[in-house]
C-alpha cells in the first residue's frame, strides 16, 4: 500500500519559518496534483480538513488567501518529493498538515505544526 510521509514540522514562534516535506515512496508524485491540507485543532470531528495549497502536474500553483505571500510549494519529482516553504508563521497557522496525492487520493499522516511564543 503506497503511503505518503511528512515531516518537518515543529513548535516555532511567530515570524519563523518551517519547510514541510512529503515524500511518496513509489513516485506518484510525478502524476497530476499533490496538496498540502491543515485541521486546527479543536475542529469539530468530520470538519474537512482546509486546502492550503496546490500544485499541478503543469507546475502551476494555487493557494489559500490566508497563506498568499508567506507560505510556497514547491515538487521534486526526481526526488518524489513536495515541500511546503512556510514563512511568517503565526499561531493561526497552528494545525496538523497532511499532504495528499489529488490523482489517487491518498494522504499522509500528519505533522504537527505549533506556532507560539
Known amino acids: 500500500q503506497v503511503q505518503l510521509v511528512e515531516s518537518g514540522g515543529g513548535l516555532v514562534q511567530p515570524g519563523g519559518s518551517l519547510r514541510l516535506s512529503c515524500v511518496a515512496p513509489?513516485?506518484?508524485?510525478?502524476?497530476?496534483?499533490v496538496a498540502w491540507y491543515r485541521q486546527a485543532p479543536g475542529q469539530a470531528p468530520g470538519k474537512q480538513r482546509a486546502?492550503?495549497?496546490?500544485?499541478?502536474?503543469?507546475?502551476?500553483?494555487n493557494y489559500d488567501d490566508s497563506v498568499k505571500g508567506r507560505f510556497t510549494i514547491s515538487r521534486d519529482n526526481a526526488k518524489n518529493t513536495v515541500y511546503l516553504q512556510m514563512n511568517n508563521l503565526q499561531p493561526e497557522d497552528t494545525a496538523v498538515y497532511y499532504c495528499?496525492?489529488?490523482?489517487?487520493?491518498?494522504w499522509g499522516q500528519g505533522t504537527q505544526v505549533t506556532v507560539s511564543s
Open positions: 495528499k496525492s489529488q490523482t489517487f487520493g491518498i
Open positions: 513509489h513516485g506518484i508524485f510525478g502524476v497530476g496534483a
Open positions: 486546502l492550503v495549497a496546490e500544485i499541478r502536474g503543469s507546475g502551476s500553483t
